[in-house]
């Protein structure tokens, strides 16, 4: 169903492109005459995005060209108004940044690719496996389902401080307490850097685990199974009729959870800021909380975390470009 | 596996295959006792995996006192004192209401402006469609840290640092586009026909979303709403940020006062916790089905 008001008469929903050229008066006119009300119906939520995403991002990536710090942006303190003294910077945010000057973003950089490869692997792999071994007819499998799903209830910050607790050094520690029974040493799971970061993701695995599942599990349930029957009966090994049946017949939704599942955890703020703590070193932050810190830690540079903010937008948008070509190239091929 | 289903012929043939591996023939989809023991084993151990931490922190809730510092010594019993502290004595239901208030606020407004725009962006093909639905993906990819600093500094310009309505207007930069693409995925598996009909019968565009697609859409709405709830609810970044005195907090904020730096009430901490999980586990229950077929239909569709 589209625009085509007139109609069924003139030729149904594709009726704009079999229309004579006119001039372009005309043209304006008459894609008023059959827009105006599609454009009414998505004006208000674009005008929400301009306001509240538009100036904001704008905003942001002029300050990221500034020099821009809590003490220079200028505040009304009381009757007091301290007048803005921050100045145009140029590039010189970027440059110090991206040269290395900085000295955190490389090891940043490389920490959250490692933490988002690492996170969705887990959370694709479990999820999938799970949703294949829940795909089978079975006793309790719609117990095992529901029970499966329920991390996904706890909001993510709840979690965090679920697991903190496990994780905690001393007598409330659950997992040195095993570790002490077994009679191994305890780990500092919350101090030492690499353990943070095995820590963190183990937790960001547990959350996002149901989700990838429910979703593959839907996916696998809308595989007609004729053609499990038609690769069965030529002789395929249940190997081959997972690679050949199964992952091609998930690939709509597979593509669609994995590019979600990267921006989320990408982006992941709570996890290692409540895990972790606030004052946790610069070791464990990836890039979105470390320029969280930047903006509201110490002295607030808010100029620096906008650079950051805007260097991690880039960056998904290539990503999110590449990936859809990607699929798009895939689809075409096939 | 539809077992059921399978047609003489194929059972022959398959028997005929599955004789020269086994004495007894089993049918398709039917599983060797080693076999399911291993499917079973492997779904308990995840199940276990699952459920382990929601059940340690209900334990611990229910440890009177300091029982959160020496878990396995159950000499203390086992009561319901931290609860009734956290409900009488913190702030947590004040905590509570606001994070009611304003993710319910953040839902509404969500819902309301970007039902109409999901709509003409599934049914209506005009100049900007494509770019509009490319915008909603981007905002969603949209880090925290591009919008936080700026959006900090304009909501102290207009004093909104520190009230409901700055939050809420923050949170509706992510919630707005986030239910269009969900409400387009869900006006996208309605059937064109019953637009067609409601034009034919002489609605105007306007009548037939409202009047024929808004009533049938109320299954993809409520699950809208509540994806972009539990989004505000659990919302950590801009909360911690935006609301600076204790009465305002959200339930993200003021449960990290209870394991502020020279003081660790992990009982209280996990009372809170299962207070916050229980309620929404119940709706979750009822609405998680839903929930991934909206997202991942606004997807594979755009």
């Not at chain 1, 696998?220 to 002789?235: F, P, R, V």
């Not at chain 2, 970007?114 to 639905?133: D, H, Q, T, V």
């Not at chain 2, 949170?171 to 598996?189: I, Q």
Request: net charge positive.
């Amino acid at each position: 169903m589209t625009t085509a008001t007139a109609g069924p008469a003139d030729g149904g929903p594709k009726s704009e492109d079999g229309r004579p050229r006119v001039g372009l008066p005309t043209r304006v006119k008459r894609s008023w005459d059959t827009h105006w009300y599609a454009w009414a119906m998505v004006l208000p939520v674009v005008l929400v995005l301009g306001v509240l995403v538009g100036y904001p991002l704008l905003r942001g990536v002029y300050l990221s060209f500034t020099d821009a710090t809590e003490a220079n942006i200028g505040r009304t303190i009381g009757e007091n108004h301290i007048p803005a003294t921050y100045k145009f910077v140029g590039v010189d945010n970027f440059w110090n940044v991206l040269s290395g000057k900085e000295g955190n973003f490389y090891p940043r950089l490389w920490w959250t690719f490692l933490w988002t490869a690492s996170c969705v692997f887990f959370h694709y792999t479990v999820g999938l496996g799970l949703a294949v071994l829940l795909n089978r007819k079975m006793r309790f499998r719609s117990v095992y389902r529901v029970l499966l799903i329920l991390p996904w209830a706890v909001p993510a910050f709840v979690a965090a401080f679920a697991w903190r607790l496990m994780f905690n050094t001393g007598d409330s520690g659950l997992f040195n307490i095993v570790l002490g029974k077994l009679g191994l040493g305890a780990v500092d799971w919350l101090g030492d850097p690499l353990m943070q970061k095995v820590s963190v993701v183990m937790v960001n695995v547990w959350l996002g685990v149901p989700f990838m599942m429910v979703a593959l599990l839907g996916g696998l349930q809308s595989i007609s199974s004729e053609l499990y029957e038609a690769a069965e009966m030529d002789g395929a090994s249940p190997w081959q009729r997972f690679r050949h049946v199964t992952l091609p017949g998930l690939r709509p939704v597979s593509s669609t959870v994995i590019l979600l599942g990267t921006i989320w955890t990408f982006n992941m703020f709570p996890i290692i800021y409540l895990v972790i703590g606030p004052n946790a070193g610069a070791d464990v932050q990836i890039l979105a909380t470390y320029a969280y810190q930047l903006a509201f830690q110490g002295v607030r540079d808010y100029a620096g975390a906008a650079t950051y903010g805007v260097i991690i937008l880039s960056m998904l948008l290539v990503f999110a470009t590449f990936y859809r070509r990607m699929l798009n190239r895939q689809e075409a091929t096939r | 596996m539809a077992a059921d289903t399978t047609v003489p012929a194929t059972a022959v043939q398959h028997s005929a295959a599955g004789q020269r591996r086994a004495v007894r023939v089993r049918r398709r989809g039917e599983r060797g006792p080693g076999a399911s023991a291993g499917l079973h084993l492997t779904l308990l151990a995840a199940t276990v995996i699952a459920l382990f931490p929601i059940v340690w922190m209900a334990f611990i809730a229910l440890k009177p006192g300091n029982g959160w510092q020496d878990p396995l010594d159950l000499s203390g019993g086992l009561g319901l004192s931290n609860f009734d502290h956290v409900l009488t004595d913190t702030e947590f239901p004040t905590w509570f209401g606001n994070s009611v208030l304003i993710a319910g606020g953040t839902t509404v407004i969500g819902v309301l402006i970007s039902a109409g725009a999901g709509y003409a962006i599934s049914r209506l093909r005009f100049p900007g469609n494509r770019a509009l639905m490319w915008t909603f993906l981007i905002t969603q990819m949209f880090p925290g840290a591009v919008l936080i600093v700026a959006m900090y500094n304009i909501l102290s310009t207009l004093k909104l640092i520190d009230t409901y309505g700055g939050l809420i207007l923050a949170y509706c930069s992510s919630a707005v586009p986030f239910c269009a693409w969900m409400m387009k995925g869900y006006f996208d598996t309605i059937p064109g026909e019953i637009d067609e009909a409601g034009r034919i019968d002489g609605l105007t565009p306007f009548g037939t979303f409202w009047r024929l697609m808004m009533p049938l859409a109320r299954p993809g709405l409520a699950v809208t709403a509540f994806y972009s709830f539990l989004t505000a609810w659990g919302e950590v970044a801009f909360a911690s940020q935006f609301m600076q005195s204790e009465s305002k907090y959200t339930l993200a904020v003021g449960l990290q006062s209870f394991v502020a730096e020279h003081r660790a009430d992990w009982g209280f901490l996990m009372a809170a916790s299962v207070l916050i999980t229980v309620p929404a586990g119940f709706v979750f229950f009822f609405a998680q089905k839903h929930l991934v077929s909206g997202l991942t239909s606004g997807g594979t569709k755009g």
